[in-house]
């Protein structure tokens, strides 16, 4: 799946419109093309049993973002207006859809759009939503914490402390979550919240992120490499 954008008009060249780009993945030729005429840039999409999941920065009809979910042919299957002007790409497990809104997180019915519950987090959020073994992971702008919210149901199980503020969320790997503030890494054990992990300290390490990605090659090595 890719996204691209393009003038409306030659004679409105500012007002942009997104495709949407279903690709073969063999050898990379387009299957199917979907645009959306009145739309500024989309976000990356969500993918999960051949729908796709996605955010427009605007809709000029409604001067206003929004929320959509195509089949994998480009048919629309619903379109919501987005309940917040940050610009997260939607995440997707099983039969929900995950959006962020003004003041928290929401939840919706992947086969309709509709709004299965909301979260109030303590800060808008930051970065992409995570979501892992029934988990989100989100980030806040403002506030020293990445949240754990239920997926079921939108139970905050856990606000981790990050003790500074700004975390993006990269992802989970052997029970421990990795987060980028600035140009540093932290590493945080137990982050889950769920029942089982209850009473175990959230530990946390730093590191710098050339030290998490290893020295820079040289031109030499890297086309040794290619």
């Not at 990356?44 to 999941?53: C, H, K, P, T, Y």
């Not at 995440?91 to 759009?113: E, H, K, P, S, W």
């Amino acid at each position: 799946i890719a996204t691209s954008t393009r003038p409306f008009s030659d004679e409105n060249p500012e007002r942009k419109t997104t495709d949407i780009h279903v690709l073969n993945r063999a050898d990379g030729n387009e299957r199917y093309r979907h645009g959306y005429d009145n739309g500024g840039e989309t976000t990356q999409v969500a993918v999960q049993n051949g729908m796709l999941f996605g955010r427009i920065d605007e809709l000029y009809s409604q001067n206003s973002a929004a929320y959509f979910s195509l089949s994998i042919d480009g048919t629309a299957q619903w379109r919501i207006v987005a309940p917040s002007d940050q610009q997260i790409a939607p995440a997707v497990d099983g039969n929900l859809v995950f959006c962020g809104a003004r003041d928290g997180l929401i939840g919706l019915d992947a086969a309709t759009g509709e709004t299965v519950w909301t979260s109030p987090q303590s800060s808008p959020l930051n970065g992409a939503l995570v979501v892992i073994d029934g988990v989100i992971y989100a980030g806040a702008k403002e506030a020293p914490v990445i949240a754990a919210t239920s997926a079921s149901d939108g139970t905050l199980l856990k606000s981790i402390d990050t003790s500074i503020s700004g975390a993006q969320v990269v992802g989970i790997t052997d029970g421990v979550l990795i987060a980028r503030f600035g140009g540093s890494l932290r590493a945080f054990a137990n982050p889950s919240g769920r029942a089982e992990n209850r009473g175990r300290r959230t530990e946390s390490t730093n590191v710098s992120v050339l030290s998490a990605l290893g020295p820079p090659l040289s031109a030499t090595s890297a086309m040794r490499k290619a």
